[in-house]
């Protein structure tokens, strides 16, 4: 049996903060099309990971492919360019600009002209209403829209989402999920770190635990219980 | 808990060696006995040498004062200020206005210094609500504000300044002799009361707030006490150096009294000895008296390198000579921080003590 | 009607001071750097000004074509080979290495011109003046106001209107995100940098003109400059505008009671509106306190 290529493969990250390492030896792959469910407890490592993909960290040693190439010495937006973007933790969004704007400086090194402004306006209807209004004028859930707006309009083929559901009341973060279901349907690759266990297994095919930066459990999602990934990660029991 | 015990893939933990923590070393000792020496020494030099060895050495320990008082303001507490020259101003004119109504002009340098302190208060109300470049610029303000106040001041002598009086009484050498044991005195209480200072919590807290203001409030440190006892000591400081200067030119005015060019020395010597360590300073003050020395027949250029060597060593070596040193050979002469001692190796290794 | 010719007089003042501010504002605003060698660059662009007119024999004006681009250069140059690798040393390197540059500049120039004071050949326009009723008003100094309303307001449609100025703007709001997002920051910063020296120079070019500059005046304008900024409020270019005419009047009113006193007046301006608005009386927020996190985005749009 020949597997595809995967579109991410990451390879043995170790990564530092100064003295502190924060990533020991992670390594895992993510299929064309698919979505992986980050999971683990604060401080585990999830946003590391997910922005040395993003190219904001320098790993000490391992390796990041991407569609193929060795991308773990290039910057953010030469990523970006290759069709990687993230939502970064806490939405960090540009305060004094509008909300046009921030979607605007979004596509700076974009891929591709898969998404402009109309299509993603079309996706999110709730930000439209918004776009000359100023970012920091957004209520929770708009800014989020806004930050993922703002990711999309890079036309990436790899979305990573950082923790979209934090804060939001549960009917904002399941028009946020229903409109991931969608970005996947039109063929985007996810990877969603997401504090709430059941969202992310029900959105997502396969599952990443991480503990205290290293991968305790990698698994399809299918094939996991809830209980085994609890256990994982707490650091109960033996991997 | 729970967890630790869950994790059967850890190795257990050894168990706890204890580690000696401590303040000093002898080291430590060595060099503060030598300086104990030495200070002996520098007492005793009018009587064995005379005249020729004082006025460089007075130059020399001036450069130490200045410099260990601007380490405390920017090197432990990160008020970068370029407005030092402020207070040295005004503990000259101070000086002045002491020795003006009869009182001894030696005495006065405590007053200058008190005076120079007093002065420092209302300011630092203003100028500590900034910080970074913003404060080095309002500093800058401050002092070019003292300068025109003393420009416009006829009881002072205005543009042209003033002759200090009070001095005919004393012989030349006698005069000289004395200026030199004030600078001395000055200059090891500077480095004294400095190194006391930062071995207190106030150093801790001092380079907390130096290096994250908001994390260092969080942690509770009274952060606005904390600059504002490191700026006030550093203005009292210079009020002393100021009053010093102007007993030995013997003459007050303004464009000397509140020159820039203290604020770039402060600066060159702090950084090419090394921000927030103790013997730093000290390094500085020698390169910069050498240099001075050798080059001042240059002129202009002379500055020019100056300056150039503090762009230089803020890029390349950012923690100065002593700072290399102190790395690279483990030397640390006057410790402010915590020597974390392990049995096993049984030398010493510096804690996390650096910035 | 002295005093409506000296506000006046004050107010075309203040755009020179606006004009010498808006660069040290731009740095900081977007590169959280105080340029502290600022006004020497200014003085610098004086004397490159009186290099060129005395070479081709031409009033200064006449060299602007050259100057300008040089001195954008420059500003590039400083950018990527002493500000970009001062940010990475920490807070305090910027200020230390801009410091050491101030140092550096003012003694070369003495080193290569003498502390001789110089003026620029101002041409015919340096001498000209127009009547309004009783006020007088020289062309010079209404060129030098106009030019800084021209720049200022050039400066503000660049930002907030092209794709530069979101990427400005952007990054001066948040750096990481900024890049993370894909713009890439260098050039920004460089371009940025180099406006900043440029228009520096071109308030150097007006000050040789209108008055006398020497290899010291630098940190004169440092000080004229930093004020503006502060009176008007850190991050708003308009606001510097504001802070410079507040001191332009400020200077030329209290010069007509008494010249000794004019500069100083300014200074105690300065130093009251840091007692009572220490974030400038221009912008919304008041930033008591630290002046740290206004970029130049918050005072736009």
Known sequence: MSEPEALLDVTDLDVFYGDFQALFGVSMAVAQGGATALVGANGAGKTTLLRTIAGAQAPTSGMVRYAGSDVTAAPPHQRISRGIALVPEGRKLFGSLTVEENIQVGAAAAASDAWPLERIYATFPMIARRRRQRASTLSGGEQQAVAIARALAAAPSLLLLDEISLGLAPLVVGELYETLSALRAAGATLVVVEQDLRRAMDACDDLVCLLEGRVALAAPVASVSRDEVIAAYFGEGSP | MRREEAIGSRDAEPSVTPVAVSRWSRTASAFTGACVVAVAIGVAVPYVIGGPAEQPLITLLTFIAVATLWNLLAGFSGLTSFGQQAYIGVGAYALYLVAEHGINPFGGIIAAAAVAAVVALPVSALVLRLTGGYFAVATLVVAATFQIIATLSPSVGGTTGVAVPGLAGYSDVLREALTYWATLVVAVSSVAGVYLLVRRTFGLDARAVGSDPVGAAASGVRVGRIRLLAYLVAAGGAGAVGALIALQTLYVEPTSAFSIQYSVDMLFMVLIGGMATIEGPIVGALVLFALQETLSAYGAWYLVIVGGLAVVTTLVAPRGLWGLASERFGWSLLPVGYLVRQPRTGTGRRGHDRE | ?301
């Open chain 3, 1 to 301: 009607m002295t005093w409506v010719n000296a506000v006046i007089q004050g107010l075309l003042l203040g755009g020179l001071y606006a004009l010498i501010a808006c660069g040290l504002s731009l740095t900081f605003g977007v590169m959280r750097i105080v340029n502290l060698a600022h006004g020497d660059l200014a003085v610098c662009g004086a004397y490159l000004g009186l290099v060129l007119s005395s070479a081709a024999g031409v009033p200064v004006w006449y060299t602007l074509p050259l100057l300008l681009p040089a001195a954008f250069a420059a500003g590039v140059g400083l950018e990527v080979l002493l500000f970009g690798r001062a940010l990475r040393h920490g807070v305090l390197a910027p200020v230390l290495v801009t410091f050491g540059l101030s140092v550096m500049i003012e003694n070369l120039l003495q080193v290569a011109a003498t502390a001789d004071p110089r003026g620029l050949n101002g041409g015919a326009l340096a001498l000209g003046s127009f009547h309004l009723g009783s006020i007088t008003v020289s062309w010079l100094f209404l060129t030098t106001f106009l030019t800084a309303c021209v720049v200022l307001a050039g400066l503000q449609l660049a930002l907030s209107r092209t794709s530069w100025g979101r990427k400005v703007r952007a990054t001066s709001d948040d750096l990481d995100t900024a890049r993370l997002v894909g713009i890439k920051v260098r050039p920004v910063f460089a371009s940025v940098a180099g406006i900043a020296i440029g228009t520096a120079a071109l308030a150097g070019v007006f000050i040789g003109t209108i008055g006398t500059f020497d290899p010291l005046t630098g940190t004169n304008i440092l000080i004229f400059a930093f004020e503006a900024v502060v009176i008007g409020g850190i991050g708003s270019l308009w606001g510097t505008l504001a802070g410079g005419v507040i001191m332009g009047v400020t200077q030329v009113v209290v010069g007509e009671i008494n010249q000794a006193y004019a500069v100083l007046a300014v200074n105690l301006v300065f130093l009251a509106v840091l007692t009572v608005r220490p974030g400038g009386l221009f912008t919304s927020h008041q930033t008591a306190g630290e002046i740290r996190g206004a970029g130049i985005g918050g005072a736009l749009g």
